[in-house]
């Protein structure tokens, strides 16, 4: 009786190994995607300040040891700059992370996660309100990101930005040739 669990879980198992190792791979592949300088035009769309635009220029790096993506910069609006930053990484299986320094601060965590083809999408929280932030990489210099907040039982668009890759064509450096 074990013998026949084996040798049909063993199959089952082996499989599911090699699922989670491509989709490590896949992720893996659209993080490293996202790595280098990135700038571009954002407007507040909903909400308290809406119709106000900002510029960001942002540099993304991917760590080491596991999977994610750190973007960190400014963002400007007008003379004004703040420091943006986020932090995306996958522990025990999840996507974790914050932006500027949690929801214990004066920013966001990220609870879940997900990356499917070349875009990621990543739960937020702050106290009562939730939201989601889509990135989609329309082609390989150009990023879109989008962050929404739940109102009732809509999601609602609140900041787009669209962003466009500043270090295009410049030669990968030895990190990244190294992660390939």
Not at 59 to 70: E, K, S, V, Y
Not at 95 to 102: E, I, Q, R, T, V
Not at 107 to 118: K, P, Y
């Amino acid at each position: 009786m074990i013998f026949r669990f084996f040798r049909f879980a063993l199959p089952l198992f082996l499989g599911l190994s090699q699922a989670f190792s491509a989709q490590a791979k896949d992720d893996s592949s659209f993080f490293r995607s996202i790595e280098g300088k990135w700038s571009g035009p954002g407007e507040i769309v909903a909400g308290k300040y809406k119709g106000t635009k900002f510029t960001c220029t942002l540099d993304g790096t991917t760590p080491q040891d596991t999977l994610g993506i750190t973007m960190d910069g400014t963002c400007r609006v007008g003379v004004f700059s703040q420091e943006m930053k986020a932090v995306i990484l996958r522990t025990d299986g999840v996507y974790k992370g914050a932006f500027l320094d949690g929801a214990a601060g004066k920013g966001l965590d990220i609870v879940s996660g997900n990356v499917t083809g070349d875009r990621v999408t990543m739960s937020l929280n702050r106290k009562k309100l939730n939201g989601a932030m889509l990135a989609r990489i329309a082609d390989p210099d150009t990023m879109h990101v989008t962050i929404s907040v739940r109102v009732n039982k809509d999601m609602v668009r609140v900041i787009g930005m669209s962003l466009k890759r500043t270090n295009a064509g410049e030669p990968a450096s030895t990190d990244t040739l190294a992660k390939n």
